[in-house]
Each structure stands twice: as structure tokens, then as C-alpha cells.
């Protein structure tokens, strides 16, 4: 049997990947909610087999209760963090993450000094602001996971990440209060993808939503923030939180190995249409549309042309150095005539697929160990 998979329309609501129009229509209609409610699918499972079924996920488990630290006191608050300070230095290292020659005939090109530092802070707190959101969207689809996952193992390792998950919503909700001076509401695009891991009734799916592409994302952009930036508070609080979302992924890495090796390939269409909704989602979400309204810029006046600078492209590709070879382990590029491989192609980030998968890797994140340049 031939496996037909869905348009690009039908999975996300656009034919060409990189309709500026269509990227932009989607938005936050309501900044000001405070609650959100989602009808979330799928069935509670208890299990009466206490046994040892997957070493692997117990070491896991093992590691994590080690792993633990405490947000309040393994990080100094008492830094005093001076904004303008930072990221005159971050950008003094990378420039403002675009390339401002490419904008002459927009409203950037009369910006001075100031916007430029403007526009670098508004940035990072955006950046934090989404990283935040993500983490509540972890614990939330983490919590799920503890009662939809049918094994034993899987559920005691999950209740351990539910926990980190709380602690890395404390340490970035706080570092933004008490640091940056506030935050933006959950990117519309993000928060699209947020109700839509959740909505799915298949326990599999939270894990590919969650910890294959949100947290494989998360991982690079923590690694790339934590390897930047000189802001010594920052810094510690990316490292620590690496150290458990390393855990985290190898978590989906492991558990989703099992779980495909007998899927049909009419189910593995239905993973591979899921990774790649989810993959143009974050890249959707990272022209963030919020910080050039902040700014007086109509989006509109730059989308087109930050969707194809060099500068900005480099660092969204680097984004997802660790979910292609992670879906690769996962078999989902190749199965069904190499769909999501030609995806990924199209989306220019394929040349990702041979770099270390985060099924072993986390060891290498563990609090004290160096840590590697992100994309090596
Ligand atoms: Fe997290
Ligand atoms: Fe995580």
C-alpha cells in the first residue's frame, strides 16, 4: 500500500512554507489572557508490572534524582544585572543576530545606536519570555506523559522531569521579573503548537511534540545563549538547565525508539506530518513578529527580508542541529520514500542529520563536565 501523505495546506494551513502572509496573520489575539484552557486527549494507564523492564530509562531516573538543584539557592539572585550593560557586550560578539545592510529601504535603516540596543534587549526578552513559556508546556506535557505512558520506567523518569520542568519555570519567571524587567505573552505560533501536543490522544505524540522537537530545540537555543553571553547569572542558570533538558531529550530519544520500531508506515506518516508541523511552528515563531511591533516596525516592513538574511538563517538553522539527527535515530526522515528527509531539505537544515543524537549525549551535559560548542 502506497502511503499518500497530507498537503502542506492541510498540515499547516499554508501550500508554500514561506507565505510571509500567512506566517503573519497568525497572532495573539488576546495578549492579556491569564488562563488558557485546552481539552487534552487520551487515556489515564495504570500499570501493575513493577518490573524492570527498560534499564536504559532507569539509569535515566537514576541520574536525575543525582542531578537535582535548587533554583532559589544554587543561584546567586543577589547579581546585579545591568541590561544595557550585557547586551552592548552580547552583540559586540555577534552584532544584533541580523544583518543591518540588507535593511536600507526599510524603517531600520534610520536607526542609531539606540534602537540597535533597543532592539537587542527587546529581543532577549522575548527570547527568555518564550523560553519560559515553553518550560510551562514542558511540565504541563510532562505531567500528561506520567499518566498516558503504559511503562512503568517511563512513568517514574517523567515524574522526575515534572519537577525540573517546575524549576526551570521558577529560575526564568524569576529572572525576568527580578533582571529583565518583564515579560511578552506566548508567541501565537508557539502557543499553536503548545494546544496541539496537548489535544493529541496518543501518548507518543507528547514525547515527539515535547521532547524531540520543542526540548531538541531548546537545547541548542539554551546552548547557543549559554556559550554567548557574558551575564554570569544568566550563564549558570543556562547551564544548569541544560543539564536537565540533555536528560530530557535522550528521554523521548530512548522511549520513541521502542515505540516506532513496529509502527506501521501508515503511523509513521502520521509522526512525520507531526515533526514537520512542529518544525515550522518554532521556525514560524522565531521571526518574532512581537519585538518589531514593540519596536514601531510593521513586521510586514522586514518579515520578508529577515526570512532570508544570512546572519538570521545561520542561527535558525543552527536550532535544529539536535532535533534532525534525533528524528533520524527515531527512523522518521527515511520511512515512507524519505518524506520528512525532503522537508527537511526544503527548510535547508538536513545537513544536520549525522551530528550526535542526544540518546547518549546527556552525560556530557551533566553540571561540571565542559560543554561542546553547539552545532559541532
Ligand atoms: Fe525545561
Ligand atoms: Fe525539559
Known amino acids: ?27 495573539n489575539t488576546d495578549p492579556n489572557e491569564v488562563q488558557h484552557s485546552v481539552k487534552g486527549g487520551g487515556d489515564t494507564i495504570f500499570t501493575w508490572d513493577y518490573s524492570l523492564a527498560r534499564p536504559q530509562l532507569r539509569k535515566l531516573y537514576e541520574k536525575a534524582k543525582t542531578g537535582q538543584w535548587n533554583g532559589s539557592t544554587d543561584l546567586d539572585w543577589s547579581t546585579s544585572v545591568d541590561i544595557e550593560k550585557t547586551i552592548t557586550a552580547d552583540q559586540l560578539l555577534i552584532g544584533s543576530g541580523i544583518d543591518p545592510s540588507l535593511y536600507a529601504n526599510t524603517p531600520l535603516a534610520k536607526w542609531n545606536d539606540k534602537e540597535w540596543l533597543e532592539f537587542g534587549i527587546e529581543s532577549r526578552r522575548w527570547t527568555l519570555s518564550q523560553f519560559l513559556h515553553g518550560e510551562q508546556g514542558a511540565l504541563v506535557c510532562t505531567a500528561k506523559i506520567v499518566e498516558t505512558v503504559p511503562w512503568y520506567d517511563a ?17 526564568f519567571a524569576r529572572y525576568l521579573d527580578e533582571k529583565m524587567g518583564g515579560m511578552y505573552p506566548v508567541n501565537a505560533h508557539l502557543k499553536m503548537l503548545l494546544d496541539d501536543i496537548i489535544k493529541d490522544s496518543r501518548w507518543d505524540m507528547t514525547y515527539l511534540g515535547m521532547q524531540i522537537m520543542i526540548e531538541g530545540l531548546a537545547l541548542a537555543a539554551f546552548g547557543y545563549l ?50 514537520f508541523e512542529a518544525s515550522i511552528r518554532m521556525r514560524d515563531r522565531f521571526l518574532q513578529q512581537e519585538v518589531w511591533e514593540r519596536m514601531g516596525v510593521k513586521p510586514r516592513d522586514v518579515v520578508p527580508i529577515t526570512i532570508n538574511d544570512p546572519t538570521r ?9 539536535k532535533i534532525v539527527p534525533n528524528c533520524k535515530k527515531l527512523g522518521l526522515l527515511d520511512r515512507n520514500d524519505k518524506w520528512l528527509r525532503h522537508r527537511f531539505e526544503e527548510m535547508d537544515v538536513i545537513q544536520f542529520e549525522d551530528h550526535e543524537d542526544t540518546g547518549e549525549e546527556f552525560t556530557k551535559f551533566e553540571i561540571g563536565a565542559p560543554l561542546a560548542t553547539v552545532g559541532e
Request: net charge negative.
Open 226 to 275: 549559554h556559550e554567548l553571553t557574558g551575564e554570569p547569572l544568566l550563564k549558570k542558570l543556562l547551564r544548569y538547565v541544560m543539564s536537565d533538558e540533555a536528560r530530557h531529550v535522550a528521554f523521548g530519544v530512548l522511549s520513541l525508539k521502542e515505540a516506532y520500531e513496529d509502527m506501521t508506515d501508515a503511523e509513521i506518516k502520521d509522526r512525520q506530518e507531526f515533526a
Open 1 to 27: 500500500m502506497t502511503i499518500t501523505h497530507a498537503s502542506n495546506e492541510e498540515i499547516i494551513g499554508r501550500s508554500e512554507i514561506n507565505d510571509i502572509e500567512a506566517i503573519l496573520s497568525v497572532c
Open 155 to 171: 512513568k517514574l523518569y517523567a515524574s522526575t522531569q515534572v519537577v525540573d520542568e517546575a524549576r526551570h519555570v521558577e529560575v
Open 313 to 321: 538563517k545561520f542561527f535558525q538553522q543552527l536550532l535544529f542541529a
